[in-house]
């Protein structure tokens, strides 16, 4: 099986500029999540797709990210302009819920992350 | 939302038990408790999850005392690529999944 797969690996943009980050989760897992590590900080919750649905994006830290899972199969996030801050690591994780309501488990699947570097 | 607390580093040799312990006091009944493993360069990758008691697998075992306040991940007879950081996440319970919270995580470093 597959693993969540995330494109490009590493990008270096300089500040104005738009970068759009890919992520496929695990075939069949609706539920997708991106995350971001700033450098020396800890890992930080960006949002939540379910399917195509935008479950939670309490974690998006303003209005230069635009996420998108059209189709409920891949997702991007664009940032546009980028600036400085935005510079880290960006995770992507996917998953599927098991178990009954009132005590469900999930476990998340992570991709190798794509390092953004804003100049 | 559950918050942990984990230790910062640890220091180990090569062949010996390392026990990782973790606390989260506000734990919730239905969170479930998941240890990660992430290496440098990498994304988190999964190790263990468990939701009371003792669970084991291949790679590590969890023990998990009956309040469910703290949890600890034991690794027997580390090699040195176990050294990484390892984080414990104890899941907030939103609605079709989960908004994952990470610490600072333990940087375990295993010697020769």
């Known amino acids: 099986e597959a693993g969540v797969t995330q494109f490009p690996s590493h990008s270096v943009i300089e500040k104005g500029q738009t970068v759009t980050l890919r992520c496929d989760p695990i075939?069949?897992?609706?539920?997708l999540y991106w995350y971001r590590r700033v450098m020396g900080k800890e890992i930080k919750f960006l949002l939540h797709f379910v399917k195509e649905s935008k479950q939670d994006e309490s974690g998006m830290p303003n209005n230069r990210f635009l996420a998108e899972r059209t189709g409920g199969t891949y997702s991007t996030l664009k940032v546009q302009p980028a600036e400085l801050e935005d510079s880290g690591v960006y995770f992507c994780?996917?998953?599927?819920?098991?178990?009954?309501?009132?005590?469900?488990?999930?476990?998340?699947?992570f991709g190798p992350g794509t390092r953004l570097l804003v100049l | 939302l559950a918050k942990t607390t984990q230790p910062i580093s640890m220091d180990s040799y090569e062949g010996q038990e390392v026990n990782i312990t973790c606390s989260h006091n506000?734990?919730?009944?239905?969170?479930?408790i998941t240890w990660y493993q992430q290496f440098p360069s990498q994304g988190p990758r999964f190790i263990i999850q468990?939701?009371?008691t003792k669970v084991t697998n291949e790679v590590a075992s969890l023990f998990i005392p009956a309040d469910r306040k703290s949890s600890t991940l034991s690794l027997p007879r580390v090699s040195l690529s176990d050294t990484a950081v390892y984080y414990c996440?104890?899941?907030?319970?939103?609605?079709?999944?989960?908004?994952?919270?990470f610490g600072a995580g333990t940087r375990l470093f295993v010697k020769a």
């Open positions: 468990g939701y009371k």
């Open positions: 506000n734990i919730a009944t239905n969170d479930y």
């Open positions: 996440l104890v899941g907030d319970m939103g609605t079709g999944g989960f908004k994952t919270i």
């Open positions: 075939s069949g897992h609706d539920n």
């Open positions: 994780a996917s998953s599927h819920p098991t178990g009954t309501s009132g005590r469900r488990r999930e476990t998340q699947y």
